[in-house]
Nanobody
Framework: QVMLVESGGGLVQAGDSLRLSCTTS????????MGWFRQAPGKEREFVAT????????YYADSVKGRFTISRDNAKNTVYLDMSSLKPEDTAVYYC?????????????????WGQGTQVTVSS
């Protein structure tokens, strides 16, 4: 069992930056592909970014490419999402997720473990 805890959300203005963190329990963090998803009110959960076990592969949704950066520190059992040039449409609850398989890393059903989410609100 893996427990994920997100932090770093908050209320910011358009154009600001924010860093989300997700810390996991256990000693096998490096064996998990990690992902960030988000869900806005009334919308389905959508893919934001994913990072491979070693961090050598990273993929982003088109909507955040060039503005968001996913990274991980396996020594700290933590994955990060650095968000810049935030827009009101980035407002959502952000979730981190973990899986040991890479095949469906772009889809919510590809992940086995989820955090509780952290709210990000971007005002215009």
């Amino acid at each position: 069992q893996v427990m994920l805890v997100e932090s770093g959300g908050g209320l910011v203005q358009a154009g600001d930056s924010l860093r989300l963190s997700c810390t996991t329990s256990g000693r096998t963090f490096s064996s998990y592909v990690m992902g960030w998803f988000r869900q806005a009110p009334g919308k389905e959960r959508e893919f934001v970014a994913t990072i491979s076990w070693s961090g050598s592969r990273r993929y982003y949704a088109d909507s955040v490419k060039g503005r968001f950066t996913i990274s991980r520190d396996n020594a700290k059992n933590t994955v990060y999402l650095d968000m810049s040039s935030l827009k009101p449409e980035d407002t959502a609850v952000y979730y981190c997720a973990a899986t040991q398989k890479y095949g469906r890393a772009w889809y919510p059903d590809g992940y086995d473990y989820w955090g509780q989410g952290t709210q990000v609100t971007v005002s215009s």
